[in-house]
């Protein structure tokens, strides 16, 4: 009930709520923890839920002109996150939603939402998250057109996301993620207020070098995926001038998978999207993936999902 209580707060500054919308409120409202990186939302998806984070974060990517990865928005704790306009008008999503690290949530569906469609505090929630989406993007595209050093500074101050990994951070700021760190470390090393959020900086410097290497052979997973030569473990630690044993560990406990189930998570997401939204045949979207042949990718999308990608087809 305390986290419910959060959840009420949060609203409740938006507009005052009623006793009877709280009580519905908790009859529809699902709580949640994800230990390991979700993907709540894929590109291209149908979008029937929403999420109030309680703790943890998330993060809205959408695939730039290059076909990688950009963050344009930065889901933190106390706030509600979803594609909004397939939401609310039945749109395709145009960014994935993926939690970072732990996150604990509540969930609602549309359909719980749409039983709620009849109290006057609906209508206001929802005509305030929009004005909150308009505002948010506004926000970021003002950082952007600062220079780097204030880009990093207004971000972290107003945001007060001190631990967000540097790999979302930098590609929400539109920069590389050693500037990104070079700058962070240069504001708190400078400004005594800061260090209250931080280690000291040799610890810091080695933990978030740990985390910034992670973050890079994750992108490097984004951007190889397809390859059929992507590499092993081994191959892809001596690639980033690392071990073995080093890189398994720290992945896995960066983003609770190995490199192996990211490169086939993110081969299914991406097969899922070219099959559903873009009416590939599964012949083109086995070789688009780097598989040898059909009946690779068609085993490897039924272990993944539960169904081959012919009754997945048949099913929409």
């Known amino acids: 009930m305390e986290d ?4 009420i707060d949060d609203l409740n500054v938006m507009t005052p709520l009623g006793q009877t919308f709280r009580e519905l409120l908790l009859d529809v409202i699902e709580k949640q923890i994800l230990t390991s990186p979700t993907d709540l939302i894929g590109l291209g998806d149908e979008v029937n839920d929403a999420w109030h984070i309680l703790v943890g974060y998330v993060v809205a990517e959408e695939l730039d002109s290059d076909g990688k990865w950009q963050v344009i ?4 704790p106390r706030t509600i996150n979803t594609c909004l306009p397939a939401f609310f008008e039945g749109d395709k999503s145009h960014f994935r939603l993926r939690t970072v690290g732990e996150v604990r949530l ?3 569906s549309k359909k719980g939402f749409l039983s709620l469609a009849h109290c006057p505090e609906t209508h206001k929630l929802v005509n305030h998250i929009m ?9 970021r595209l003002k950082l952007l057109n600062h220079p780097e050093p204030k880009r990093v500074a207004e971000f972290l101050a107003i945001t007060g996301f001190y631990d967000l990994p540097a790999f979302y951070a930098a590609s929400y700021l539109n920069m590389t993620e050693d500037n990104y760190l070079q700058h962070k470390l240069a504001i708190f090393s400078k400004d005594p207020e800061w260090g209250v959020h931080l280690t000291a900086g040799p610890q810091l410097r080695k933990h978030e070098q740990t985390k910034s290497l992670m973050h890079r052979v ?8 397809t390859n059929p030569e992507i590499g092993t473990t081994e191959e892809i630690a001596e690639r980033f001038s690392t071990t073995r044993q080093t890189l398994h560990r720290e992945f896995k406990k960066s983003f609770g998978m190995t490199l192996h189930k990211m490169v086939e998570s993110e081969r299914m997401q991406k097969g ?14 086995s070789k688009i993936l780097g598989y040898s042949d059909i009946y690779s990718f068609s085993n490897a999308f039924k272990q993944f999902y539960g169904k081959s990608p012919k009754k997945f087809l048949d099913d929409l």
């Open 218 to 225: 994750r992108q490097y997973i984004l951007e190889n995926y």
């Open 272 to 285: 899922k999207f070219l099959l559903k939204a873009q009416k590939l045949s599964v012949t083109e979207v």
């Open 131 to 139: 004005l909150e989406e308009i505002a948010a993007t506004e926000k």
């Open 4 to 7: 419910f209580q959060l959840l």
């Open 106 to 108: 509540h969930h609602i």
């Open 73 to 76: 928005k930065i889901g933190g």
